[in-house]
């Protein structure tokens, strides 16, 4: 196992583990239809006190994409059945593969806020976009708007909480595994905060006890150069729940994808950490909400089969 931020790092970023994409990521023929789209859009972000000159602006650019390519409104036209995350999954797969000629200006600038204006254009053929849109078509989850909500919302539902502690359910974190096959337990204080302000449960460090067994997976990491003074930055991280000694448990797994962009001169390592919290973090509270409403079945049927 791998302990320590250190050898973390080592780990996750040695060489190797990295796919740079510098060059067009499709190969085109002749019959093919190929869109060539211009798009642009505004964004600002509010500076926080942690924040370092560009990361503000970096975080516009990232929402400047993405209103880039759906306020332009040729993927909703083509595909007016996409649920909202469908819509924004193929949106972050087109920003990270098929964005070219991405340029942006700072138009506002100050200690608040920053914000910015994007041009850009999307390359793409048009069998390439209905493969995109086939791969999410199924997706039915909520859009990361739309969590904070959803997860409010199910708190509020629940009618019967645990009466006592024989009633709630033990929870382990277990390792971080990343795509390479090492693994780490970097992030296991991290998501035992996240996990540990529940009334339905407790984190334990005691597998042999666990209810339920939450396992976290970088499944996917990718580094891009956009230009010289920038680089893009795409994850998948999920988060899978088992439940060893409910036969009848079916197992969750709450994904997370999404791309953000970095001067090329910002620490590559710290950049990835904050961007594998922000995903757990998203991902930890699908999962909870979700572990909390089964848990609540369990007391109802209880309750009510007596």
Request: hydrophobic share 40%; aromatic share 8%; proline share 2%.
């Amino acid at each position: 196992m791998v302990k320590g931020k250190t050898l973390f790092l080592s780990a996750v970023f040695g060489v190797g583990l990295w796919t740079i994409n510098n060059g067009s990521v499709y190969a085109q023929t002749a019959d093919e239809d190929v869109l060539f789209l211009p798009v642009s859009a505004d964004a600002c972000d509010d500076r926080q006190a942690d924040d370092d000159k560009k990361t503000a602006e970096n975080r516009a650019i990232d929402m400047a994409s993405l209103n880039a390519i759906k306020t332009e409104g040729f993927l909703q036209k083509r595909y007016p059945k996409l649920s909202l995350e469908a819509l924004d999954l193929v949106s972050y797969r087109i920003i990270d593969e098929y964005l070219i000629d991405v340029e942006h200006q700072v138009t506002h600038d100050d200690d608040q806020r920053v914000c910015i204006k994007l041009n850009a254009t999307v390359e793409i053929t048009t069998a390439e976009l209905d493969l995109l849109a086939k791969e999410y078509k199924g997706i039915n989850a909520f859009a990361e708007s739309e969590m904070a909500e959803v997860a409010e919302q199910a708190q509020d539902s629940i009618q019967i909480e645990p009466q006592n502690i024989n009633q709630q359910k033990l929870v382990y974190i277990a390792s971080m595994n990343f795509f390479d096959g090492t693994d780490t337990d970097h992030y296991t204080p991290y998501l035992t905060d996240l996990f540990s302000h529940s009334k339905y449960f407790f984190v334990t460090d005691d597998l042999k006890i666990a209810d339920y067994v939450i396992t976290p997976n970088l499944s996917s990491a990718e580094v891009s150069a956009i230009d010289a003074k920038n680089n893009r930055m795409q994850m998948v991280v999920e988060l899978d729940t088992a439940a060893p000694t409910m036969q009848d448990f079916m197992p969750l797994s709450e994904q997370q994808n999404h791309f953000i962009l970095f001067a090329a001169d910002k620490d590559e390592q710290q950049v990835a950490d904050n961007l594998i919290k922000k995903l757990l973090q998203r991902a930890a509270a699908a999962t909870c909400s979700k572990l909390e409403k089964s848990i609540q079945k369990q007391i109802e049927d209880k309750v009510f089969n007596h």
